[in-house]
C-alpha cells in the first residue's frame, strides 16, 4: 500500500488478519501512475511498483513512534507560529523606527519594555497589539515547554535514547527524533560486504 496518512493504522489492521504489509513512498509510486490520480490509477501504480526488484518500502513505526512523532509535529507547529509572531512584532516596530535584534530572547527582553515606555512614539493602538502579541508569546512559550515534558520522560524511560544521548550534540529533541526516524534495527537490512 501506499504510504500515506493511515496506512500505519491500516497497515497494523491488515496484519492483524495474517497478511504482510508492506508500504511504498508515495513519490517512488507516483513514477509509476499513468493518468490523473485517482484510486483505480492510484493501485495500478502501487501493483507496477511493488514488482519493482530494488523497491524501498517505508518501515513501519510503533504507536510509541508515531506519539512521539506527534509531540514533535505539534511542538514545530507552536514554534513556527511563534516565530511568524515575532517577525509581525519586528515588522510592526519597524514601521515607527524601532529595531530589535532578531531571536527569541531579544523578542522577550525588549517587548515588555518597549510597550511600557511612553517616550518611544508608539501609538496607543500599536501598544495594545504589541501587547496582545507578547501575550500570545507566552501563551506559545508555555505550550513548547508543555511538549517538552513528555518528550523527557520518554528519554528517561527509553534505553536506545539514553545510549542516542552519549554521543556529543545529541540531546533530547534529536534522540526522541532518531528514535522515531529510525525505528527499530529489524527493519533494515544487513549491510552487503
Not at 517616550?119 to 508543555?146: K, P, Q, T, V
Request: proline share 4%; net charge positive; with cysteine.
Amino acid at each position: 500500500m501506499e504510504a500515506c496518512a493511515s496506512s500505519e493504522y491500516w497497515a497494523r489492521i491488515i496484519e492483524r488478519l495474517g497478511h504482510e504489509v508492506r508500504r511504498i513512498h508515495p513519490r517512488y509510486v507516483k513514477a509509476y501512475l499513468l493518468g490523473a490520480k485517482n484510486d483505480a490509477n492510484d493501485a495500478a501504480a502501487i501493483c507496477e511498483a511493488v514488482q519493482r526488484p530494488n523497491m524501498r518500502f517505508v518501515p513501519h513505526k510503533s504507536p510509541e513512534q508515531i506519539d512521539i512523532q506527534y509531540i514533535h509535529s505539534i511542538r514545530q507547529g507552536y514554534v513556527k507560529s511563534r516565530t511568524a509572531l515575532i517577525n509581525q512584532a519586528r515588522g510592526q516596530l519597524a514601521e515607527y523606527g524601532i529595531v530589535i535584534r532578531q531571536g527569541i530572547c531579544a523578542a522577550r527582553n525588549q517587548l515588555p519594555a518597549l510597550i511600557t515606555d511612553e517616550e518611544n512614539g508608539l501609538s496607543g493602538l500599536m501598544r495594545r497589539n504589541l501587547a496582545s502579541l507578547y501575550e500570545s508569546l507566552c501563551f506559545l512559550d508555555e505550550r513548547i515547554l508543555e511538549q517538552d515534558k513528555p518528550l523527557k520522560s520518554m528519554v528517561k524511560e527509553n534505553e536506545t535514547c539514553q545510549r542516542l544521548m552519549h554521543a556529543p550534540g545529541i540531546g533530547i529533541m534529536i534522540a526522541t527524533l532518531l528514535l522515531t526516524i529510525g525505528g527499530v534495527a529489524s527493519n533494515f537490512k544487513e549491510p552487503l560486504i
